[in-house]
Antibody
Framework: EVQLVESGGGLVKPGGSLRLSCAASGFTFSNAWMSWVRQAPGKGLEWVGR??????????DYAAPVKGRFIISRDDSKNRLYLQMNSLKTEDTAVYFC???????????WGQGTLVTVSS | SSELTQPPSVSVSPGQTASITCSGD??????ACWYQQKPGQSPILVIYQDSRRPSGIPERFSGSNSGNTATLTISGTQAMDEADYYCQAWDSSTVIFGGGTKLTVL
């Protein structure tokens, strides 16, 4: 059974940094493309970015609102996905979900999410 | 980048068919997928690659995508299908989500 467990959320001041982690199990993590998706309180879903598997280059893509501030990385030896968030803004307040990507561009497994609150 | 437009809400009677649309420029040229999200829960993929159902998703969920519109159809809608539904597609190496549709079963 695929399991994705996010951690690292919390309260941070504007301009601050936070690193989220996603522990993966139940599948071959190193073969997976992974994404982060967020959801502001009471709002819809917003893609944050993705990282390809190393055999496909391990490259990353980001949504425009976070490009240059957020960095996605992975540690295949630990089956972990990371989201380093810098220069945080109040509009980054959201639940952040870790997801697996499948061919065709859908997100087929989701974690339970971790809440990030950016507030002074 | 493109936008995906969904109706904010759709109502359906139990046992009837619910259709939720998702409109975007040349959406039919891309793969569309759909997610169901109930309050306090993570989204669940219900349709991918326009019309394919993941394992475990009931047959009453179906999808289509042509022209500028993708459609999620729920046949024989049940009370348990009441939820928010989001469409999603890729456009120019970025993901776009629709704004979501609240499906009410009454």
């Amino acid at each position: 059974e695929v399991q994705l467990v996010e951690s690292g959320g919390g309260l941070v001041k504007p301009g601050g940094s936070l690193r989220l982690s996603c522990a993966a199990s139940g599948f071959t993590f190193s073969n997976a493309w992974m994404s982060w998706v967020r959801q502001a309180p009471g709002k819809g879903l917003e893609w944050v970015g993705r990282i390809k598997r190393k055999t496909d280059g391990g490259t990353t893509d980001y949504a425009a609102p976070v490009k240059g501030r957020f960095i996605i990385s992975r540690d295949d030896s630990k089956n972990r996905l990371y989201l380093q968030m810098n220069s945080l803004k109040t509009e980054d307040t959201a639940v952040y979900f870790c997801t697996t990507d499948i061919p065709g561009g859908a997100f087929d497994s989701w974690g339970q999410g971790t809440l990030v609150t950016v507030s002074s | 980048s493109s936008e995906l437009t969904q109706p904010p809400s759709v109502s359906v009677s139990p046992g009837q068919t619910a259709s939720i649309t998702c409109s975007g420029d040349k959406l039919g040229d891309k793969y569309a997928c759909w997610y169901q999200q109930k309050p306090g829960q993570s989204p669940i993929l219900v349709i991918y690659q326009d019309s394919r159902r993941p394992s475990g998703i009931p047959e009453r969920f179906s999808g289509s995508n042509s022209g500028n519109t993708a459609t999620l159809t729920i046949s024989g809608t049940q009370a348990m299908d009441e939820a928010d539904y989001y469409c999603q597609a890729w456009d120019s190496s970025t993901v776009i989500f629709g704004g979501g549709t609240k499906l009410t079963v009454l």
